[in-house]
């Protein structure tokens, strides 16, 4: 089993940074792909952002130039560093790690960006 544990939302103004980390822990032999994902309030969750682990990223045009996404190996950490955030950002974050064949998903961390 894997564990993700989730830190660094908040509440912050239009144009403001946040960074979101999210570490894995438990049975882990081999990370593939990494990522955060979002869902706003009556909406599907999408994908923020993803690294796989060679290094190689992919993010949504809504938030390219934005958002950049990086990963420790040696810690089992992704992280969501957040620039020129928008209310349109507002949303559940939630860490993806996939590990083998099995996808595991943390427990969301909330992001408000007010106007």
């Known amino acids: 089993q894997v564990q993700l544990v989730e830190s660094g939302g908040g509440l912050v103004q239009a144009g403001g940074s946040l960074r979101l980390s999210c570490a894995a822990s438990g049975s882990i032999f081999s990370i593939n792909a990494m990522g955060w994902y979002r869902q706003a309030p009556g909406k599907q969750r999408e994908l923020a952002a993803s690294i796989t682990s060679g290094g190689n990223t992919n993010y949504p045009d809504s938030v390219k130039g934005r958002f950049t996404i990086s990963r420790d190996n040696a810690k089992n950490t992704v992280y969501l560093q957040m620039n020129s955030l928008k209310p349109e950002d507002t949303a559940v974050y939630y860490c993806?790690?996939?590990?083998?064949?099995?996808?595991?998903w943390g427990q969301g961390t909330q992001v408000t960006v007010s106007s």
């Open positions: 993806m790690v996939n590990v083998l064949a099995n996808v595991y």
